[in-house]
């Protein structure tokens, strides 16, 4: 088995000064979302021996510092930067963005798509896009600090689903949300693992 550490970041979550709770539709709130997400995957990877670390303050930037730091303190690792939120705008796809700067970021994001897609056949599309300054450029500045780092560290801007899509709504229970942390796990063992 690779040594693998999951970064999971919280985000919109902890930012200094603000009550961010990120996307609202349906009655709820994207971060209630993805901390049930962000459980469930935490759960799954330690379960499998792995290390998980949960970021949930300070601006991206900060946060991309630390898991670049934790990167550069364990070369025996791989690490996995994972951006996490959930989408709203009506969206008929689910979609992993990875910086357009980093070859093991597409495949990082390949990964998690492909257990993403395999635990939710009922989303019409998942979709793995390269983020930019000028491409999904929200989804790229989620990220885009994790380039800096050491060669064992790629990040991914995870959007599983869109809070406002009914037909993506068995996704968003708490059934749902347990099998999305899970396939996030499995995305990021299988990248592991093809690095090991």
């Known amino acids: 088995m690779s040594l693998l550490t999951v970064i999971l970041d919280y985000q919109h979550f902890g930012k200094p000064g603000k009550n961010d709770k990120g996307a609202f539709a349906n009655g709820k709130h994207e971060t209630d979302l993805t901390w049930k997400y962000i459980e469930a995957a935490k759960a799954e990877l330690k379960s499998k021996g792995h290390r998980v670390v949960v970021l949930k ?6 946060r991309h510092r630390r898991a670049i730091a934790l990167a550069g303190n364990n070369p025996e690792r791989m690490h996995a930067y994972i951006a996490c939120h959930v989408n709203a705008g009506g969206g008929d796809y ?4 990875y910086d357009h700067r980093s070859k093991n970021g597409i495949e990082l994001a390949d990964d998690v798509r492909t257990e993403l897609g395999k635990a ?5 599309r998942h979709l793995t896009k390269p983020a930019s300054p ?6 790229f500045n989620t990220i885009k600090g994790v380039f800096a780092g050491p060669s064992n ?4 801007c995870f959007e599983p689903a869109f809070i406002d899509n009914l037909k993506h709504q068995s996704c968003l229970t708490p059934d749902g949300l347990e099998r999305m942390g899970r396939a996030l796990a499995a995305g990021c ?4 693992n093809d690095h090991g």
């Open 120 to 124: 939710f056949p009922q989303i019409r």
């Open 134 to 139: 000028v491409a999904w450029t929200n989804g």
């Open 94 to 97: 689910s979609v992993c963005l």
């Open 153 to 156: 560290l790629s990040g991914v």
């Open 189 to 192: 063992i299988a990248w592991s």
């Open 57 to 62: 303050s300070g601006y991206y930037g900060t």
